[in-house]
């Protein structure tokens, strides 16, 4: 089993930066594929980006490509979420997930996850 504890959220004006960081404990997060996604309120979670176990293959929501980039660090157990050019329409909860993996897929869809964190909120000021 592993554990996934969120962070750098926050609050940022439309246009700005933030790096989100899913720190993993328990087992080494090279056995499995990473995902983040967000929720905002009212509204069902969904996917925002998603790396398979080795860092080399990913993909992203259309909604955020070319701004956001996901990484892996798998020395340091540790996934991150490069956010830039945040806009009024990104606002949420985003939540870090992980899948025991034996491929070099990625994931998209919220039930193939096993395990997810807590939660960070994102906050965007117009």
């Known amino acids: 089993q592993v554990q996934l504890i969120e962070s750098g959220g926050g609050l940022v004006q439309a246009g700005g930066s933030l790096r989100l960081s899913c720190a993993a404990s328990?087992?080494?997060?090279?056995?499995?594929?990473m995902g983040w996604f967000r929720q905002a309120p009212g509204k069902e979670r969904e996917f925002v980006a998603a790396?398979?176990?080795?860092?080399?293959?990913?993909a992203y929501a259309d909604s955020v490509k070319g701004r956001f980039t996901i990484s892996r660090d798998n020395a340091k157990n540790t996934g991150y979420l490069q956010m830039n050019s945040l806009k009024p329409a990104d606002p949420g909860v985003y939540y870090c997930?992980?899948?025991?993996?034996?491929?070099?897929?990625?994931?998209?869809?919220?039930?193939?996850?096993?395990?997810w964190g807590q939660g960070t909120q994102v906050t965007v000021s117009a």
């Open positions: 328990g087992r080494t997060l090279s056995v499995y594929g």
């Open positions: 790396v398979n176990w080795s860092g080399g293959t990913t």
């Open positions: 997930a992980a899948k025991p993996v034996s491929s070099s897929n990625y994931y998209t869809r919220v039930y193939e996850y096993t395990y």
